[in-house]
């Protein structure tokens, strides 16, 4: 059974810096990408960044450049979000999900399993 699994979330000032971490497990995950959404309180979930596999492509959304890196640990199947400089907007729960392709990365419905969320508060 694949289960993904989201850490690090929390409540932070703004300003502040948080990393979050999505361990998977339950089958290879070899060629794998893996990204993070977010969801916040009223809104649709949208894309927040993805990773291929090797870790030489990255994606990330437009309004989150230079404030969020995403990378991950292939040894352990683990994707990280290191998110600085954070803003209340910022504020939402953060998903992990893996998919079996290189391909149309920030597209939620293009992905194959998910995580149960962690949440991230950021006061102002």
């Known amino acids: 059974q694949v289960q993904l699994v989201e850490s690090g979330g929390g409540l932070v000032q703004a300003g502040g810096s948080l990393r979050l971490s999505c361990a998977a497990s339950g089958r290879t995950f070899v060629g794998y990408a893996m990204g993070w959404f977010r969801q916040a309180p009223g809104k649709e979930r949208e894309f927040v960044a993805a990773?291929?596999?090797?870790?030489?492509?990255?994606y990330y959304a437009n309004s989150l450049k230079g404030r969020f890196t995403i990378s991950r640990d292939n040894a352990k199947n683990t994707v990280y979000l290191q998110m600085n400089s954070l803003k209340p907007e910022d504020t939402a729960v953060y998903y992990c999900a893996v998919r079996a392709d290189i391909r149309r990365l920030t597209a939620m419905s293009e992905y194959d399993y998910w995580g149960q969320g962690t949440p991230v508060t950021v006061s102002s």
């Open positions: 990773i291929s596999w090797s870790g030489g492509i990255t």
